[in-house]
């Protein structure tokens, strides 16, 4: 080896050395935020001390884990997790549209217990105890504000959701005979095909886009597809978005991107199972198993909905139910909530034609098919809100019998104003027969459109049927849109519309 060679090569080593110590510095940047909850996981009758992200000390102690399941699937429906909290005892809820509970000094939530692994069709969350927690300072931000928005332009709740560990029953219905459960640990939101924007919820490197990753880049926590766009923000977390319509040609790997910066239009390419939605989720390894587990996004998104529309008001009658006919069910509307003052009413319109006030209802049905059941809230600020629980019902006689199950949409869903064209869209799933009939709650005629047959094995192929309304009046319209099958069987959804002066 000549000297010059040699000489060389330590240049290089120095060269080297130098990028190391600038790729650490770079990475450990004032740009790194550090999340404002602390994860822990604890295992029944244990006692735990931990520090919050403000280095306040509590005592956690997790007491209990209590789940219910359906009588269909066997499917875990709800959650009762008892704990102490600096010896002051709560009862709360995992998953399922419920958000952090305050208590003391903290706030809580249990995103997932072992229990979901019994039947689970796969291990989403990476947990090793007995449950999962996640814990705040008293009255802190959920996640910090100017990080993070709402990821899709469009009204909270204007469609179909999958949340907080729910088991997937839009587009062909909950499937009888499939025994694990796919419970739905991301965030979805349904929406209008090709209309509705999907943004970036925080600032953030695109990874992979299109199918295409970046290099140095091989690991991730779900699929690589066409239709999916990966973003790792700067709490190093990994952000998915799927079934993208079209994705738009800026958002390339190796590009970084603003919070709020448009990535593309939602659809239902992909895996969607056929309806439109976005698969918003959020992954990290921070957790026991150190692989990628999610990262429940529901109080998040939650948050970021609030701070950009303050609504006022956000009813939740979520998650929906599966029922054998004849069987009882309990309708809660007490997730939903006042942000201007306090919730004074609760009244629940049923498809039966009656009415009920109060937020806890018992309901059954004598025949099986799709219902979707009303809940209008009011608040002391005169604010007023719906919401939907949609509830399948399948005929203990005959559990191998399909029910038609729908998804409606509509296009735009914000800053609508008398007079503005609004595009309505359905699709139905498990039938050839019938006509979706749409009620637009304004007292204009109905109006009868036909989405096209979905096949099973090519759903993303056809386009839903698709009207436009105008309504002349401000106001809140409840539209009802229904679709029967061969045997007779209904599907009955709703859409909450608001039209503003
Ligand atoms: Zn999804």
Redesign the pocket.
């Known amino acids: 080896m000549n000297n010059t060679l040699f000489g060389m090569k330590k240049i290089i080593c120095l060269w080297k050395l130098c990028l190391l110590i600038f790729l650490i510095v770079s990475c450990s940047d004032a740009s790194r935020i550090t999340p404002l909850r602390v994860v822990t996981e604890l295992n029944i009758g244990e006692s735990q001390e931990i520090e919050l992200s403000n280095g306040e000390i509590i005592q956690l102690e997790l007491l209990s884990i209590d789940v219910v399941r359906d009588s269909l699937r066997n499917a875990i429906r709800e959650v009762n997790v008892k704990v102490s909290v600096d010896d002051e005892e709560i009862t709360m809820h995992s998953g399922n549209y419920n958000l952090p509970v305050e208590m003391g000094k903290v706030q809580i939530d249990c995103p997932i217990v072992k229990e979901y692994y019994a039947n689970s069709n796969s291990d989403r969350w990476g947990l090793s105890a007995d449950a999962r927690f996640r814990l705040w300072p008293e009255e802190s931000a959920l996640i910090q504000p100017g990080t993070f928005v709402y990821p899709v332009k469009q009204k909270w709740f204007a469609s179909m959701t ?1 949340s907080g560990n729910e088991p ?1 029953f839009v587009d062909w219905g909950e499937n009888l005979a499939v025994k694990d459960i796919y419970y ?1 640990s ?1 965030h ?1 939101i349904g929406g209008a095909e090709g209309m509705d924007e999907i943004v970036s919820a925080t600032d953030g490197l695109v990874v992979s886009a299109r199918k295409d990753t970046l290099e140095r880049y091989d690991d991730f926590p779900g699929d690589i597809r066409t239709d999916v766009v990966y973003i790792v923000d700067n709490r190093g977390w990994y952000y998915r978005y ?2 993208l319509d079209s994705i738009y040609p800026a958002i390339k790997p190796g590009v970084r991107v603003k919070m709020g910066q448009r990535i593309g239009l939602m659809g239902k390419q992909g895996g969607s199972g056929g309806w439109v ?1 976005l ?1 918003f ?1 959020i992954s990290n390894k921070e957790n026991s198993t150190g692989t990628w587990g999610t990262e429940d996004a529901y109080a998040y998104v939650w948050e970021a909905y609030v701070r950009q529309y303050d609504p006022g008001l956000i009813a939740v009658a979520r998650p929906h139910h599966l029922l054998w006919t004849g069987q009882e069910t309990t309708l809660d509307g007490r997730k939903s909530k006042s942000l201007a003052g306090d919730i004074i009413s609760y009244e629940w319109i049923f498809c039966d034609g009656t009415n009920a006030d109060g937020p806890v209802q018992k309901k059954s049905y004598e025949k099986s098919g799709e219902y979707s059941e009303i809940l209008k809230v009011t608040d002391s600020e005169g604010n007023v809100d719906y919401d939907f629980a949609v509830i399948q019902v399948y005929d203990r006689d005959k559990p191998d019998q399909t029910i038609p199950v729908m998804q409606p949409a509509y296009h735009p869903t914000l800053n609508i104003k008398p007079g503005d064209p609004v595009t309505f869209l359905v699709r139905t799933f498990n039938t050839a027969a019938g006509h979706e009939v749409w009620d637009f709650g304004d007292g204009s005629p109905q109006v009868t459109v036909k989405s096209e047959t979905v096949d099973r094995r090519n759903y993303t192929a056809g386009r839903f049927a698709e009207t436009v309304h105008a309504f002349s009046e401000p106001g809140h319209y409840v539209v009802r849109v229904e679709r029967s099958d061969e045997a007779g069987l209904q599907a009955i959804a709703h859409l909450h519309v608001v039209v503003e002066e």
């Open positions: 999958h997937c739905h991301g979805d799927s079934h939605h698969h989720d």
